[in-house]
């Protein structure tokens, strides 16, 4: 059985529609994670990404496989060794750019030209 990369934090580029992190359509990803797909045609998607991208073969790492492939026994789950969020999803703090109550209390760097 052949995994799907996808962890659902997928970003799209606007202009191509493909995901930044596995570079496969909306439709690709619902069909790689549809449990009734065969592995036929998940392997065939794999070889038109290969030449989409330009390249001979693709294979996808879990993160213990890229940690490995670094060298390492597995991810410190506490204290990764990478900046691997954008990968797991393991943010170190909850992202926001909703500033709520706070609004007064950040620091602008935007000036005003002083004549």
């Not at 213990?64 to 060298?71: C, K, Q, S």
Request: charged fraction near 30%; include cysteine.
């Amino acid at each position: 059985m052949i995994v799907p990369p996808c962890i659902s934090i997928c970003k799209t580029d606007p202009v191509t529609g493909y995901c930044y992190g596995c570079g496969r359509s909306e439709d690709e990803k619902k069909i790689w994670k549809d449990i009734k797909t065969l592995d036929s045609w998940k392997k065939k998607n794999l070889k038109e990404m290969c030449k989409l991208i330009g390249v001979d073969s693709l294979e996808f790492l879990s993160i213990d496989g890229l940690y490995r492939a670094m060298g390492h026994e597995k991810r410190n789950k506490l204290y990764p060794q990478y900046t691997d969020h954008c990968f797991t999803g393991d943010y170190p703090i909850e992202p926001s750019s909703d500033l709520k109550e706070n609004s007064e209390n950040q620091l602008s760097l935007l000036t005003s030209r002083s004549s």
